[in-house]
């Protein structure tokens, strides 16, 4: 059973940095896809950030310039740094894993979608 568990969450002043941290455990294989998502009350959960096995990433608009997500040296951690923080990035935020893997030698795969328990984040201004 495949389990991410995220650290780091808090609360900060506006301006501020916190760096969230995730790792999955129970799965042999890395994920081909490890990122951040974040919901905050009365909204849909958005994509924060993704990062690929090769090291491709992919950020949200509203966080290019201030966030930075990476993979660590450990097969399937994942971190997000956030710098300038803002009372807007208020939400709990979610750590995700997904891509496909195949299964068999006739080369049937499936896909994989999991996701963390989640970190609250609250800034204040």
């Known amino acids: 059973q495949v389990q991410l568990v995220e650290s780091g969450g808090g609360l900060v002043q506006s301006g501020g940095s916190l760096r969230l941290s995730c790792a999955a455990s129970g799965s042999r294989f890395s994920m081909d896809v490890m990122g951040w998502y974040r919901q905050a009350p009365g909204l849909q959960r958005e994509l924060v950030g993704t990062?690929?096995?090769?090291?491709?990433?992919n950020y949200a608009d509203s966080v290019k310039g201030r966030f930075t997500i990476s993979r660590g040296s450990a097969k399937n951690t994942v971190y997000l740094q956030m710098n300038s923080l803002k009372p807007d990035d208020t939400a709990v935020y979610y750590c995700?894993?997904?891509?496909?893997?195949?299964?068999?030698?006739?080369?049937?795969?499936?896909?994989?979608?999991?996701w963390g328990q989640g970190t609250q984040v609250t800034v204040f201004s």
């Open positions: 995700n894993a997904h891509g496909t893997r195949v299964v068999n030698v006739e080369g049937a795969s499936i896909e994989y979608d999991y």
């Open positions: 990062i690929s096995t090769g090291g491709d990433t």
